[in-house]
């Protein structure tokens, strides 16, 4: 398996505790584009039986996951909000080619990056909240543990795929240049109460 080229600051995880309730929307939307994003490449390539399985499966445990964040915003009473763009995934997207293969490798790519990114992240928000005082924050930090590990499965789902429909010598190149760019889109991105 490959690493992620930068790592996010811890800054980003005390900011986003100290900021749940606006962060929650955010992290909602995202649980909600990820299920969405698993259909669309089932409808797009659906002579690729263990593509459109592994995507399904995807799809229906993301639509769990906004389904919980969903319930804990309600118990707190907070809403969910219009979408608003992702600037991290529209710049990845940014370097996504558009026709056949290529577009299916980078597709699958950039999905396991960003399975990487939203488990590292997930990973430290739920260690933040673990540390801190109280039974809603321990219970909050085990919630984020879990998500970091279903993230974690689905980052290696997609880079399987990749593995398994493209060729490996043009599947390592095209890697070693997304996580140069993400490198540098995650380095450049604000922290605010956002999964990006
Ligand atoms: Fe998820
Ligand atoms: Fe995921």
Redesign the pocket.
């Known amino acids: 398996m490959f690493k992620l080229r930068a790592t996010t600051p811890p800054e980003w995880a005390t900011y986003v505790a100290d900021h749940l309730d606006e962060f929650l929307p955010d992290h909602a939307a995202a649980e909600r584009k990820?299920s969405a994003n698993a259909m669309h490449l089932v409808v797009r390539y659906p002579d690729k039986l263990d593509l459109v399985d592994a995507m399904i499966e995807?799809a229906r445990e993301?639509l769990e996951h906004f389904h919980q964040v969903f319930h804990l915003m309600r118990e707190r009473n907070i809403a969910l909000t219009r979408d608003e763009p992702d600037p991290y995934v529209n710049a990845l997207l940014d370097h996504s080619r558009s026709s056949g293969s290529d577009r299916l490798l980078d597709r699958l790519l950039l999905g396991s990056i960003i399975?990487y990114r939203?488990c590292e992240r997930f990973a430290m928000l739920g260690r933040e909240l673990a540390a801190r005082p109280g039974a809603e924050e321990a219970e909050l930090g085990e919630f984020y543990r879990v998500l970091a590990a279903?993230?974690a499965k689905?980052r290696g789902d997609f880079y399987e795929l990749a593995l398994q429909y493209i060729e490996k010598e043009k599947v390592e190149p095209r890697l070693d240049e997304f996580l140069d760019v993400e490198a540098r889109v995650v380095e450049e991105l604000p922290i605010r109460a956002a999964l990006h």
């Open positions: 990820a995807v993301e399975e939203g279903s993230e689905h």
